[in-house]
């Protein structure tokens, strides 16, 4: 699975029971009904849209896509005329044209589950860290690539990687100025980093060592170290850079370690294989979405002094995090409001699938 930046740090301390359904309720209903609908910029999701269509119109015409109500027989071919619509635009439409396209194509679905709407949307965003190709000073956290020898074992658990597990493979892409960020970067699963002489390296996620993601505040609260409401990426950040003797234990709780490959070009690039957008690119749970899906999301900023974020999305990526039929996880770029956001992101929020008329 070719997924990035997406294991949001908060995701899940607690599922809703109401997940364990497998299928998602579908209730069709008009776009002037969907939250917010007459305020979003829609048109904003365009280039998205191109990038993941770009992605369907080259798939098998019989690839299964969740896209038929009620059932899991729908197929790449739904989206073709959608897609090829946008597709023949040589320039960026109008909003009201746009719109148009978007109300004869598709139609939009409120999910549910088990009669409940309400699902957990978390945030992530591309960090910046400070690096080196060389290992001196205080650059003495590696950050791997995902070896092409197969001869190398990569399912250790992460405690046995930082311990020195892959040292000496010719696996190091950069070395890093603190254990604490580099794991943050493992969480995101893509970001920058700045070297020495300015330059900037761009990684993305390349594979895992197939340890299953567990959240570290759950493990913090669980100490007593945080309390259950104080928990947030900001929080957990603090704790580990204040407790240096007692955070590599803390983060090996997650044995789970993320491999990376040098992005060349746009970037960071989500599991569907296409450049993320901010504001615009959404992580999903590919066995209830389709990646390439749009979604319309109504939930609260992170900050409650903005406006609710109701607007149309781009399903576009996974995370190990990201399970269920209503979980988000919303990209938020690069920068310091985003990370100020993704960190503080873990709204309740409800869900709309917008899905080709069949």
Same mark, same amino acid.
């Given at each position: ?19 364990? &359904?497998?299928?998602? /309720? ?7 009904? @969907?939250? +917010? ?32 109500? %009620?059932? $899991? ?9 959608? !897609?090829?619509? #946008? ?12 719109? *148009? ?11 549910? @589950? ?5 699902? &957990? ?9 400070? =690096? ?7 650059? *003495? ?35 890093? /100025? ?7 970067? $493992? #969480?995101? %699963? ?7 002489? %300015? ?16 959240? #570290? ?19 957990? !950040? ?16 997650? *044995? ?10 746009? %970037?960071?690039? +989500?599991? &569907? ?11 999903? /749970? ?16 992170? /900050? ?5 974020? &109701?607007?149309?999305?781009?399903? $576009?990526?996974? =995370? +190990? ?38």
């Amino acid at each position: 699975m070719n997924f990035i930046g997406v294991m949001a740090l908060m995701g899940a301390l607690v599922l809703s029971a109401c997940q364990s &359904q497998k299928k998602l /309720d579908y209730e069709a209903t008009h776009f002037t009904s @969907l939250p +917010g609908s007459q305020k979003d910029g829609t048109l904003e999701a365009f280039p998205a849209m191109q990038r993941s269509c770009d992605v369907v119109l080259k798939e098998s015409p019989t690839k299964r896509y969740s896209t038929r109500v %009620g059932a $899991q027989n729908g197929k790449a071919s739904d989206w073709y005329p959608f !897609c090829k619509a #946008i597709k023949a635009y040589t320039a960026i439409p109008s909003e009201a044209e746009w719109r *148009q396209l978007l109300t004869t194509y598709l139609t939009p679905y409120k999910l549910s @589950l088990n009669g409940v709407s309400k699902g &957990q949307f978390t945030g992530y965003y591309e960090p910046m860290l400070r =690096g080196s190709k060389k290992r001196y000073g205080p650059y *003495q956290t590696p950050l791997y690539a995902l070896p092409k020898n197969a001869l190398i074992n990569t399912n250790i658990p992460r405690s046995q990687i930082v311990s020195g597990g892959l040292s000496n493979k010719g696996l190091e892409l950069v070395w890093v /100025d603190n254990p604490v960020d580099a794991f943050f970067l $493992q #969480i995101q %699963g893509s970001g920058r980093v700045v070297l020495e002489d %300015g330059a900037v390296l761009r990684l993305g996620y390349a594979g895992t060592n197939k340890h299953p993601y567990f959240p #570290i505040g759950k493990a913090l609260v669980s100490r007593g170290a945080l309390k259950l409401g104080e928990v947030s990426m900001q929080s957990i !950040c603090a704790w580990l850079k204040e407790h240096p003797l007692e955070a590599e234990s803390v983060m090996s709780e997650n *044995q789970s370690y993320v491999f990376f490959r040098i992005l060349e070009g746009e %970037g960071p690039i +989500g599991s &569907q294989g296409v450049a993320l957008t901010p504001g615009r690119s959404l992580a999903v /749970d590919p066995g209830y979405i389709s990646l390439g899906t749009p979604m319309w999301i109504d939930l609260n900023h992170p /900050d409650c002094k903005k406006e609710r974020l &109701q607007k149309l999305m781009m399903a $576009q990526d996974t =995370g +190990g995090a990201i399970k269920g039929g209503l979980r988000g996880d919303y990209f938020w770029g690069y920068g310091d409001a985003p990370s100020e956001y993704a960190g503080k992101m873990n709204s309740d929020g409800e869900y709309y699938a917008l899905l080709p008329k069949v």
